[in-house]
Nanobody
Framework: QVQLVESGGGLVQAGGSLRLSCVASGRTINNIIMGWYRQAPGHQREPVAT???????TVADSVKGRFTISADSAKNTVYLQMDNLKPEDTAVYYC???????????WGQGTQVTVSS
């Protein structure tokens, strides 16, 4: 059974940094798409960044240059380094494991990030 456990959220002032971690169990993260999504109150869940294995990554335009996604296959963990945080980054951040088309995706329970102005 796949489980994703996020940590690292919290309250930070604008301009500050946080690093989110997502530990996966029940499946290796090698060669599959791992991602971070976020959902702010009253908004739909949106993609923030994705990575395949410890290689190819993408980030949303809204966080480009500020957020970095990385993975440690030995620890089966994905990270989201968030720098120069803005109040509009306030949301619940979710880790996602996507095995590919026609397969079930898995989600973590979410971790709250709050950025004060």
């Amino acid at each position: 059974q796949v489980q994703l456990v996020e940590s690292g959220g919290g309250l930070v002032q604008a301009g500050g940094s946080l690093r989110l971690s997502c530990v996966a169990s029940g499946r290796t993260i090698n060669n599959i798409i791992m991602g971070w999504y976020r959902q702010a109150p009253g908004h739909q869940r949106e993609p923030v960044a994705t990575i395949v294995g410890s290689g190819r990554s993408t980030v949303a335009d809204s966080v480009k240059g500020r957020f970095t996604i990385s993975a440690d296959s030995a620890k089966n963990t994905v990270y989201l380094q968030m720098d120069n945080l803005k109040p509009e980054d306030t949301a619940v951040y979710y880790c996602n494991l996507n095995p590919g088309p026609f397969h079930v995706q898995f989600w973590g329970q979410g971790t709250q990030v709050t950025v004060s102005s």
